[in-house]
């Protein structure tokens, strides 16, 4: 028989199916409940695509599609694993882990943020991470303080 008619892996479909591991960031994994339950909810979302490419008969076909879901169970198991739950603040008086706080910047503009996880962090969404540069010029100041130097001068305006 003809090699033309067998289903052996060709080198480009290996290379389709080895991803890389995503990146883990070196700073501790904290995380604010509602963090930690996309973490979970995004694991079971890995595990459930794993399933299902493994019902797939082809085995090219199915070593494509797993690389991604498995790529992913490895990420998110790690992050489930090293997760650390983090409170919400029980005060309000200084910015901290878990903090909305509202902030102005020398230009007039007016921006409301959430410290999060790095993980859970969505800047559109209204939500950053506690490693940003910005969360961490922030961190332990109060209503009134000016945070940053310069241009990038942040002065807080409300903290919930």
């Known amino acids: 028989m003809?090699?033309?008619?067998?289903?052996?892996?060709?080198?480009?479909?290996?290379?389709?199916?080895?991803?890389?591991?995503?990146?883990?960031?070196?700073?501790?994994?904290?995380?604010?409940?509602?963090?930690?339950?996309?973490?979970?909810?995004?694991?079971d979302e890995a595990r459930q695509a794993c399933e299902a490419a493994q019902r797939?008969?082809?085995?090219?076909?199915?070593?494509?599609?797993?690389?991604?879901?498995?790529?992913?169970?490895?990420?998110?198991?790690?992050?489930?694993?090293?997760a650390q739950l983090v409170p919400d603040p029980a005060s309000s008086d200084v910015v901290a882990f878990g903090s909305t706080v509202t902030f102005s910047?020398?230009?007039?503009?007016?921006?409301?943020?959430?410290?999060?996880?790095?993980?859970?962090?969505?800047p559109k969404a209204g939500s950053i991470s506690f490693a940003s540069p910005v969360a961490k010029s922030l961190m332990g100041k109060g209503v009134g303080d000016v945070a940053g130097s310069g241009n990038q001068e942040l002065e807080i305006v409300a903290i919930s």
């Open 2 to 43: 003809s090699v033309a008619f067998t289903k052996e892996e060709s080198a480009e479909t290996a290379s389709e199916t080895l991803l890389p591991d995503r990146p883990i960031s070196d700073h501790p994994n904290l995380v604010t409940e509602t963090g930690l339950k996309a973490l979970k909810r995004q694991l």
């Open 56 to 82: 797939i008969e082809d085995v090219n076909e199915r070593r494509r599609e797993a690389a991604i879901p498995l790529r992913d169970l490895r990420y998110f198991s790690e992050r489930v694993r090293t």
């Open 105 to 122: 910047r020398h230009d007039g503009r007016v921006q409301k943020y959430r410290i999060v996880g790095e993980d859970e962090a969505d």
